[in-house]
């Protein structure tokens, strides 16, 4: 693979570890060489040449973007560890020292100090070591397209303020739409997968009370009465009783979505699931039963295409099935899953996803671009009404009505200002194509079964259960160690590591025990890659179990 902007280090050992990073100075120093001090500038005579982007600063800028360019490459070249090694208290001590409110160093001595505080400490996702969470390198076009909107700060709120970046941004949700299985559908670009989440059920509340309140006006017709009858409930006594259905898997921002939504505590219902962590179907539809006899309504059923622990996808046919027959609004959350439309060899595990009423796609996950890149997809255009809102300012009523109306993307999105982040994914999918891309996700998956195969075959490791996607999750369980001692392990294991540098690896708990994980969003990752990750884990692990051993054995027996 050439079109991630990575390199492939050999694995990290702890000898390898840079002496450097284990320690951080006691007051800010830079590599760079030292720029020669300008002569403080009274505010009134502050000059703006090169402060502010224009044409007059054109060549500054120039400038600038090649130091910054040339700096990253270096580090791309030479970084050897997932993260730093520096404690918290030394970072923060770092940071502190830093005086945000005097003199300007100039932007060139600003943005090499900027290097040594971040860049030097960051955390980088594209290293082999780094297994932890869903984050992903990022494809090279999109970094290079990311400098090219933040620079022009195009706003794809209302059409006269962006143009053409609205008119790519909509051909680019009619072309996922298309894939999703969304003929009429519609969507918009979003910051993640939780503010995709929360449109989502947003959208979901309000249609459901609007089909409340009409059913209610076609009784009170039929009754002989233009006037709903006394005693009708009330918008707040409707939404409390509006249930969302979700399992143990799903992501949490579907439960703050109906805190922030103001449903009840209760709102968020969990459905059982089957051995490997998917909705059961069935036990979804009596579900949908027994809180329809009590009185409730169910504002919608969240199902997950790629949950973030197991990384499995819900039954979704069965359950459309289900959501089509009660007329309830089905969202798939497919942040995570949603590449696997794109997988040539998985298409297919996403069987039903047609069907849903809403989805959410992170493109910042499974198809490798640079945060934020997510969005929001519904299958009628008309589920939006409830987002709309006019201001004469931005996008008046009366100018919306006409017959050569402006396509203000604002009448779709929670946010105002909002930055082009589709040009990212449209220059990657001009510069790569798609279908490079799906494979990538079929190469992180395929790397997850191998993994999985080779854990299966460690005596002293256990692995649980399987994934549709790119996670595993195992942990470090000796033969000679008590059930509850592997669970100890778990956290200790990961925190040594991480602090150390040498790798970078997520911990979650499942059913009451502690597992480490694996997020495999690395296609240039090897098999080889991950070995040496297990090799520190178990290092470690026998680490911490021989200091326990010679703990005891001090305490038992007096002083060595």
């Not at 069935?282 to 919608?300: F, K, P, S, Y």
């Not at 996700?441 to 997850?448: F, I, K, N, P, Q």
């Not at 999750?473 to 392990?489: C, I, W, Y």
């Amino acid at each position: 693979m050439t079109s991630l902007l990575s390199d492939t280090p050999t694995p990290l050992t702890e000898a390898s570890v840079p002496n450097e990073a284990r320690s951080l100075p006691d007051a800010p120093q830079s590599e760079a060489p030292s720029l020669p001090d300008a002569a403080p500038l009274p505010n009134a005579s502050l000059r703006t040449e090169d402060a502010l982007l224009g044409s007059h600063s054109a060549d500054a800028y120039a400038e600038l973007m090649h130091e910054v360019v040339d700096a990253l490459a270096q580090r791309f070249t030479s970084v050897d560890a997932p993260t730093s090694a520096n404690d918290r208290t030394s970072l923060e001590a770092w940071v502190a020292d830093f005086d945000l409110d005097g003199q300007g160093i100039g932007n060139i001595a600003a943005l090499r100090e900027a290097d040594d505080l971040y860049a030097r400490n960051a955390v980088w996702f594209h290293h082999p070591s780094y297994v932890a969470h869903l984050n992903c390198p990022v494809a090279v076009p999109a970094v290079a397209a990311e400098a090219m909107l933040a620079a022009i700060n195009t706003s794809v709120d209302t059409y006269d303020q962006s143009e053409v970046a609205t008119l790519m941004e909509r051909r680019l949700v009619q072309w996922a739409c298309r894939h999703v299985g969304f003929s009429g559908g519609d969507g918009i670009f979003t910051s993640g997968g939780t503010q995709s989440n929360l449109q989502a059920l947003f959208l979901a509340r309000e249609n459901v009370l609007r089909a409340q309140q009409a059913q209610r006006a076609q009784q009170a017709q039929m009754l002989g009465s233009d006037q709903p009858g006394r005693g009708e409930p009330s918008r707040r006594e409707i939404i409390s009783r509006l249930r969302i259905l979700t399992t143990s898997q799903t992501h949490f921002s579907i439960s703050r979505a109906a805190h922030i939504l103001g449903l009840d505590a209760e709102a968020a219902v969990t459905v059982d699931t089957d051995d490997a962590g998917r909705m059961d179907a069935e036990a979804l539809a009596e579900l949908m039963r027994d809180i329809d006899d009590t009185g409730g309504i169910v504002m919608a059923v969240a199902a997950t295409a790629g949950t973030t622990d197991l990384g499995v996808i819900d039954p979704l046919d069965a359950i459309a099935e289900i959501c089509e027959g009660a007329n309830v609004w089905m969202h798939v959350d497919a942040a995570y899953g949603g590449g696997l439309l794109w997988a040539p060899r998985r298409r297919h595990l996403l069987q039903g996803i047609g069907r849903a009423t809403s989805v959410t796609i992170d493109f910042h996950k499974t198809f490798f671009q640079p945060v934020s890149s997510s969005a929001l997809l519904v299958r009628d255009l008309a589920l939006f009404d409830p987002t709309l809102h006019h201001n004469d300012y931005l996008n008046p009523e009366a100018e919306a009505q006409g017959a050569d109306a402006e396509p203000n993307q604002v009448d779709k999105s929670l946010q105002t200002t909002r930055r082009f982040d589709a040009l990212k994914l449209w220059t990657t999918l001009r510069a790569r194509g798609a279908t490079e891309i799906g494979s990538m996700v079929d190469t992180v998956c395929d790397l997850a079964a191998e993994v999985r195969e080779l854990l299966d075959a460690q005596p002293d490791f256990e692995v649980l259960g399987a994934t549709d996607l790119s996670t595993v999750l195992f942990r470090f369980a000796p033969a000679n160690a008590e059930a509850a001692t592997a669970d100890e392990l778990v956290p200790m294991i990961r925190r040594v590591l991480f602090r150390s540098g040498r790798a970078a690896i997520a911990r979650t708990t499942i059913d009451g025990r502690p597992w480490l994980k694996l997020t495999l969003l690395n296609p240039d990752t090897t098999v080889a890659d991950i070995t040496a990750v297990f090799d520190l884990v178990r290092a470690t692990g026998h680490g911490i179990l021989a200091g326990r051993h010679l703990e005891s054995t001090t305490l038992e027996g007096g002083a060595a």
